[in-house]
């Protein structure tokens, strides 16, 4: 299990959302937690009016100021996103869990060769209620890709926590604490063969009042 290294969170109240977008964007900054040409790690643990608000706003702020390691690569085939999302009922809100990935393929005729994970993908978990608590103690997000067919070779990017078993990366879990959204950015994962099938998921968890767990699992597929 990798630890994050925690900043001080930005605890600024929001007056409200009919406020300029440049104000509300000034506010919700999130926190780099780490950094690295193909995975950083975003977190966030202030107080907002609109949680739901709140995530696409930091959505936007991280699709347009990721690191400049993580600028975008032009594909090399055919472009696809595979999206998925889960929520988990939990007090007044949900933990939900998120992944949007952007892929990369080669289709030449009858079968496709190469999936490729590009820049700009993300996941995420966010607790979008306030009771029993604001912030969940611990933050938890892990991720993971699956390439299915014949003579399937994977390859990752070195040293970023990214694992390998078989023909199925894994990144994760990392926690952060006192916080109530986490986003990892990622690229730079590929399988190549006579593919038939590419999976991702997703699975953030996070724990309240001590000792209870809630957790959501995102997953979807693509037949190629």
């Known amino acids: 299990m990798m630890l994050g290294c925690i900043l001080s969170a930005l605890n600024f109240p929001i007056c409200g959302f009919a406020a300029e977008k ?6 919700i900054v999130p926190q780099a937690i780490y950094l690295s040409k193909y995975s950083s790690v975003y977190s966030y643990g202030g107080q907002v009016s609109d949680k739901e608000a709140a995530i696409k706003i930091i959505e936007k ?9 993580d600028k975008k690569a032009e594909p090399l085939g055919y472009s696809y996103t595979l999206n998925g999302f889960a929520q988990t009922p939990y007090g007044n809100g949900y933990v939900s869990a998120s992944f949007h990935s952007n892929l990369d393929l080669d289709l030449p005729p009858g ?4 999936v490729t994970v590009m820049d700009g993908s993300y996941s995420y978990t966010a607790w979008t209620g306030t009771s029993p608590q604001y912030n969940s103690d611990v933050v938890m ?3 993971s890709w699956t390439w299915s067919g014949l003579g399937i070779s994977v390859s990752i990017p070195p040293g970023v926590g990214f694992s390998l ?5 894994t990144w994760g879990p990392m ?9 990892h950015y990622f690229s730079g994962l590929t399988g190549s ?3 038939t099938l590419f999976a991702e998921s997703c699975m953030g968890s996070h724990r ?3 000792n209870t767990w809630v957790t959501a699992n995102a997953s979807n597929s693509m037949v190629l």
């Open 208 to 210: 309240f009042q001590g």
């Open 141 to 143: 997000l892990s991720d």
């Open 61 to 69: 702020y991280l699709s347009s100021r990721v690191s400049p390691a």
């Open 193 to 195: 063969g006579g593919l």
């Open 175 to 183: 926690e952060v604490y006192n916080q109530w959204q986490m986003w």
């Open 22 to 27: 440049s104000l509300e964007e000034n506010y």
């Open 165 to 169: 078993v078989g023909t199925t990366v």
């Open 111 to 114: 079968f496709t060769t190469r």
